[in-house]
């Protein structure tokens, strides 16, 4: 049944989905319809507070999805996604980072024109009114031997966020956060304080989105869902445009189960076929993350803005214009991966976790089953590129994380290297040590990649509209052709902001 008409019906109430509704519904008169399939985090601190970050993961709030069977690569790795209003702008540590520059005019170069730097960070501006950003202050003092032996190995200290794309240079993070540890994710910053206030704006919370609704003549018209009391399903119209703000796993996993996606895929799946469109659930992107783990020779902090708090990045080749290795540094035990393989622990130790910013292999989401329910198959085939790029800059990484823990101010505070350990020597130890024990920084993209008219595996032009489907867009990490070289969630607010204007104008 229809239960109501809106001008915009969003699906999904995530990073992208909360900017767009709070952007969209600022014109009173149009309606907005905002449904998401996990709880409101307002009034709940589990969510809010964001030093209580770690305890999200693998919790009711996290989709968390597994991986298909690796070949060169950790099966045992899991995907975590958010359950909640604000989706992983609510479950994340809070990394902040502009889009760079760089990256972005690579995007309008792959095809996605209108998307280069001149075009899109002026809107950068418009996510930090709502949006604070702040620098972490620096009272870690293992923190601060960390880029003191940084800089002795050519990364200087820097500040982030300040007009430049650091290609080699260490730092204390900005994070989006209040000054008394309150996280801004867009739930909090963009919809909290017009909730109440805008009688245009719906926000319809634990309703699993299982169709986009769509007619004869391939017209969205709106979105079906799951009641939140499992009773059965109703559907919300869209009069206007419906758009898909789902994530680079459950956006494609939408359109593929309303018949937009490879068209052999959907009819194994007896899904009938709208539209063959062979880009959805292909070019899946990932931040790949190795880990060098050490138990400290002193007592390490007990309190934190969020316990990873400064970034380090470096080049592996001359003439880059991005740091091709980023590494976060963790204040925390960090055994996640390395326990199941014998790798010692430890209550008291910290990390440096190389991972490749721009990789080159490619991986894949798809359907289980045509079941909504079902969670999709997540296959990010890490380590796979043919050039054997990934693999050389994960190298790469582990060494200089290594060369800044023999540094005389960062050496002092270590006790011994847990992981890989004194045993791992060659390049083939490293490599096979982090292809068994790798995770993710949690940075899926790519999934419904925006690109040219021309580019058959293009899911989206780049006004963010779906191919072969009138009245339909997708706004989130799916639509990127290729990540940044930095955690993205600022850049998926960037991007909902642009899509706001591309929907009103």
């Given amino acids: 049944m229809t239960d109501a008409i809106f001008d915009y019906v969003i699906a999904g109430g995530g990073t992208?989905?909360?900017?767009?509704?709070?952007?969209?519904?600022?014109?009173?008169?149009?309606?907005?319809?905002?449904?998401?399939?996990?709880?409101?985090?307002?009034?709940?601190?589990?969510?809010?507070?964001?030093?209580?970050?770690?305890?999200?993961?693998?919790?009711?709030?996290?989709?968390?999805?597994?991986?298909?069977?690796?070949?060169?690569?950790?099966?045992?790795?899991?995907?975590?996604?958010?359950?909640?209003?604000?989706?992983?702008?609510?479950?994340?540590?809070?990394?902040?980072?502009?889009?760079?520059?760089?990256?972005?005019?690579?995007?309008?170069?792959?095809?996605?024109?209108?998307?280069?730097?001149?075009?899109?960070?002026?809107?950068?501006?418009?996510?930090?009114?709502?949006?604070?950003?702040?620098?972490?202050?620096?009272?870690?003092?293992?923190?601060?031997?960390?880029?003191?032996?940084?800089?002795?190995?050519?990364?200087?200290?820097?500040q982030f966020n300040r007009g430049e794309t650091v290609l080699n240079g260490a730092g204390w993070f900005q994070i989006n956060s209040s000054d008394d540890g309150l996280r801004m994710s867009t739930s909090h910053a963009y919809l909290h304080p017009i909730m109440a206030t805008?009688?245009?704006?719906?926000?319809?919370?634990?309703?699993?989105?299982?169709?986009?609704?769509?007619?004869?003549?391939?017209?969205?018209?709106?979105?079906?869902?799951?009641?939140?009391?499992?009773?059965?399903?109703?559907?919300?119209?869209?009069?206007?445009?419906?758009?898909?703000?789902?994530?680079?796993?459950?956006?494609?996993?939408?359109?593929?189960?309303?018949?937009?996606?490879?068209?052999?895929?959907?009819?194994?799946?007896?899904?009938?076929?709208?539209?063959?469109?062979?880009?959805?659930?292909?070019?899946?992107d990932d931040h790949v993350e190795g880990l060098v783990f050490w138990e400290a020779s002193k007592p390490m902090v007990t309190t934190s803005s969020q316990w990873w708090e400064i970034g380090l990045f470096a080049t592996t080749e001359d003439d880059l214009t991005y740091p091709d290795v980023m590494m976060h540094y963790g204040s925390v035990p960090f055994d996640m991966n390395t326990l199941r393989w014998g790798y010692p622990t430890t209550d008291n130790g910290f990390c440096l976790t190389p991972n490749v910013t721009q990789g080159r292999s490619r991986g894949t989401v798809r359907l289980r089953s045509r079941d909504f329910r079902d969670r999709a198959k997540v296959d990010p085939r890490y380590f796979t590129d043919s050039e054997g790029h990934d693999d050389r800059v994960m190298l790469a990484g582990l060494k200089l994380a290594r060369r800044i823990a023999e540094q005389p101010q960062l050496k002092d505070w270590i006790a011994r290297e847990l992981a890989p350990g004194p045993d791992a020597v060659t390049d083939d130890d490293l490599l096979d040590y982090v292809h068994r024990t790798h995770n993710?920084?949690?940075?899926?993209?790519?999934?419904?990649?925006?690109?040219?008219?021309?580019?058959?595996?293009?899911?989206?032009?780049?006004?963010?509209?779906?191919?072969?489907?009138?009245?339909?867009?997708?706004?989130?990490?799916?639509?990127?052709?290729?990540?940044?070289?930095?955690?993205?969630?600022?850049?998926?607010m960037t991007m909902a902001e642009r899509c706001a204007d591309l929907v009103t104008g």
């Avoid at 009245?471 to 990127?480: E, F, K, P, T, Y």
């Fill in 16 to 158: 992208a989905g909360c900017v767009l509704a709070a952007r969209l519904s600022e014109d009173p008169t149009v309606t907005v319809c905002l449904v998401e399939a996990g709880p409101t985090d307002v009034g709940n601190d589990d969510i809010l507070v964001l030093d209580r970050w770690m305890h999200l993961l693998d919790s009711g709030y996290d989709w968390d999805y597994p991986v298909e069977p690796q070949e060169r690569g950790n099966s045992f790795m899991r995907h975590a996604r958010a359950k909640v209003l604000g989706g992983c702008s609510s479950h994340n540590s809070c990394i902040a980072f502009h889009p760079p520059a760089g990256i972005l005019d690579d995007w309008e170069a792959m095809g996605a024109t209108g998307w280069n730097a001149e075009s899109i960070l002026p809107y950068v501006s418009r996510v930090t009114g709502p949006v604070t950003l702040r620098d972490v202050p620096p009272l870690d003092p293992c923190g601060a031997a960390v880029l003191e032996s940084a800089a002795g190995v050519g990364l200087p200290t820097v």
């Fill in 198 to 284: 805008r009688p245009n704006l719906e926000v319809r919370t634990g309703c699993w989105v299982s169709e986009i609704v769509i007619d004869d003549s391939l017209t969205a018209t709106g979105v079906r869902y799951q009641r939140p009391d499992l009773t059965g399903h109703d559907v919300v119209s869209a009069r206007r445009e419906v758009i898909v703000t789902a994530g680079a796993i459950d956006t494609p996993k939408l359109l593929m189960l309303s018949g937009i996606g490879p068209s052999v895929h959907l009819r194994e799946m007896g899904i009938p076929v709208r539209v063959d469109s062979a880009g959805v659930g292909a070019n899946l």
């Fill in 440 to 492: 993710t920084v949690y940075h899926p993209a790519g999934t419904a990649k925006m690109g040219a008219a021309s580019d058959p595996m293009a899911v989206l032009d780049p006004e963010l509209r779906v191919k072969g489907v009138h009245n339909l867009r997708v706004v989130d990490a799916s639509a990127m052709p290729k990540l940044p070289a930095v955690n993205p969630n600022i850049t998926v």
